[in-house]
Each structure stands twice: as C-alpha cells, then as structure tokens.
C-alpha cells in the first residue's frame, strides 16, 4: 500500500487543517495512526486516518 510518504515519525495535518499530529504507525490496511497533543484537553489523542486525508508538514 502506497503511504505517499508518510511514515511513522512524520508530521501530518489533516488536509482540511486541525493541529500538526506525529504518525506513530502505518497499518497493513493503509491506516495512519495519528497522535498529538490537546493543549486544550490537556491529553494526548490518538486517532487513525487514511491516507488521503492527511498532507505531510
């Protein structure tokens, strides 16, 4: 599967904007599993994306 360039340790923003997340893995079905900081949560998130939703910073 074709990541675009996006691998585990690489910046990423969602491609209709929200905050910068760091992609922690990149499954064998073309998930990218995202995590990034809440400042105003004050907690660390975690989501997946498909590739195609996300551009690299």
Known sequence: MD???IVQGVVVRLRS????M???SVDDQGKVHCV???AGKG???????VVAALECR
């Open 36 to 38: 990034w900081f809440q």
């Open 43 to 49: 907690r660390l998130e975690c989501r997946a994306f």
């Open 3 to 5: 990541s675009g360039g």
């Open 17 to 20: 904007g929200g905050p910068n």
């Open 22 to 24: 760091t992609v922690e």
